[in-house]
């Protein structure tokens, strides 16, 4: 037999362990702390869990009346946890608004820029705008009679040998070999515009050209043209000189130093060639301008009138001019680059300069 003295001490650690508990609770102060009391007590091998094992050591008679004691105890302890536990989180999470601080300056998201060709591209377009230049666009994969023939570069002209043209394979069709091309000149779209509409003209065409180059600091297999024509009746070769004179200047700064120099394209009667003082050695000379001091920059000239012909327009009655601005050495020379290849390359630390 158990002696009584049992159940007293049983009933006597019950309640001490509630109130030790209940002490312990009330003074956690925190969600992890407050864990730590919840095994200690309520664990696995917690003081009460352990406690209420030992009741079934005692007497018979005497369990229902110690469990019950058992239980409240349980019960108040479960309950005073999850009150805690409630006051704990409201205080965490008020913490944490007060931490929000709405007036600090925002994070800034990384975002690029226009590219400098697109930039100095979009320059080109809006000075040309303003004197009533329409722009328009073309495709890229041309013909040859747009390309050469209306331009009056009829097959086998010598001058097609200094145009490296790109062909497409056409052998499995029925177009004629070398009759399908990449255009090697914005200029193929005169042809196009000329046909379709009468003068007055005032036309740009910014595009992308390719040819069968070597490249080289100066000179790429794929490049940027703005080609431009202006056709009415009384266009003169002064109009040409005026128009670059103004474009040039407001595009690279009113002290930009020109010259002009005749030439021979097939497809200007008389033809000019314009240079521009180097931007990058000031005419001392360097590799990007083979050391002349200047670069050219726009082969232009008077409209051929056969160019005029060939899309239906009288010579006797219409003039016109034409020019195609090299639009990557533009923009080379705006920004000092030495090398046109640093326009297609894709690093991050040269285009962020810009
Ligand atoms: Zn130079």
Request: one cysteine or more; glycine letters at 6%.
């Amino acid at each position: 037999m158990t002696p009584p003295r049992w159940t007293e001490l049983m009933e006597e650690v019950l309640i001490g362990i509630k109130n030790s508990a209940l002490t312990l609770i009330l003074e956690s102060e925190d969600l992890k702390a407050l864990e730590e009391v919840k095994l200690q007590f309520l664990g696995r091998s917690g003081r009460l869990t352990i406690a209420i094992k030992n009741i079934a050591k005692l007497p018979i008679q005497k369990r229902p009346e110690v469990g019950q004691l058992a239980n409240e105890v349980k019960k108040t302890i479960e309950e005073t946890i999850t009150e805690q536990e409630l006051k704990l989180k409201n205080l965490e999470s008020n913490k944490r608004k007060e931490q929000i601080d709405i007036t600090a300056p925002g994070i800034k998201p990384r975002i690029g820029h226009l590219h400098p060709m697109t930039q100095v591209l979009y320059d080109v377009v809006d000075v040309f705008k303003g004197i009533g230049f329409q722009p328009c666009d073309g495709p890229e994969i041309e013909t040859d009679y747009y390309n050469f023939e209306v331009l009056n570069i009829p097959k086998n002209h010598p001058a097609r040998d200094t145009q490296q043209t790109l062909y497409l394979d056409t052998r499995n069709t029925k177009i004629t070999p070398g009759e399908i091309i990449l255009r090697t000149q914005t200029s193929a779209m005169q042809g196009r515009v000329m046909e379709k509409a009468n003068p007055p003209l005032r036309v740009i065409v910014p595009g992308k050209n390719f040819r069968y180059e070597q490249v080289d600091a100066s000179h790429g297999f794929e490049f940027w043209q703005v080609e431009g024509f202006f056709v009415d009746t009384h266009v003169r070769l002064t109009d040409l000189f005026g128009t670059i004179d103004y474009v040039l200047k407001k595009l690279m700064g009113e002290k930009t130093k020109l010259k002009f120099a005749t030439t021979n394209f097939p497809f200007v009667e008389p033809g000019v060639d314009t240079y521009m003082e180097c931007s990058v050695c000031k005419r001392k000379g360097c590799s990007f301008c083979k050391q002349s001091g200047w670069s050219e920059i726009m082969p232009a000239g008077m409209i051929h009138p056969n160019v005029l012909k060939a899309v239906g327009y009288d010579p006797n009655k219409f003039s016109g001019f034409a020019f195609a601005i090299g639009l990557s050495r533009l923009v080379t020379l705006r920004y000092q680059m030495d090398d046109l290849r640093l326009l297609t390359n894709p690093d991050l630390r040269i285009l962020e300069q810009f």
